[in-house]
C-alpha cells in the first residue's frame, strides 16, 4: 500500500466508534435544548455554549439566526428528522 494514499478503510477506521449524533436532547435544556445539543456533541459544558451565544447576541446580533438555525436543523432527541426537513417534506408531499 502506498503511504500517500488513504483509503476508505483507513478513514472509517480512524474515526472515533463512540460519536454521538448531534441532537437536542430532553435533559439539561433550558429553552429548546440548542445549546445542550452541541455541548453534548462537542463534549464541553453548555454554559460555554450558551456564553457563546450571548456573546454573538450582543457584539452584533449574530447569535439570534444561529441558534434559530440550530433550533431548526438539529434534530430532537427522539427523533430522526429536524423541525426544518419534517417541514420541508410536508411541503413535497402536498
Not at 435544556?29 to 460555554?48: E, F, H, N, S
Not at 456573546?55 to 439570534?64: D, E, P, Q, S
Not at 436543523?73 to 426544518?84: N, R, T, W
Request: no cysteine.
Amino acid at each position: 500500500m502506498d503511504t500517500d494514499t488513504i483509503t476508505e478503510e483507513t478513514v472509517s477506521s480512524s474515526s472515533s466508534a463512540d460519536t454521538q449524533p448531534l441532537r437536542r436532547p430532553f435533559h439539561g435544556r433550558m429553552i429548546t435544548g440548542v445549546a445542550a445539543g452541541i455541548a453534548d456533541y462537542l463534549g464541553i459544558d453548555p454554559l460555554l455554549v450558551r456564553i457563546g451565544f450571548a456573546t454573538l447576541v450582543v457584539l452584533g446580533g449574530a447569535g439570534i439566526p444561529l441558534y434559530l438555525a440550530g433550533l431548526l436543523l438539529i434534530p430532537e432527541e427522539g427523533s430522526d428528522q429536524s423541525i426544518a426537513a419534517s417541514l420541508l417534506h410536508s411541503i413535497q408531499t402536498r
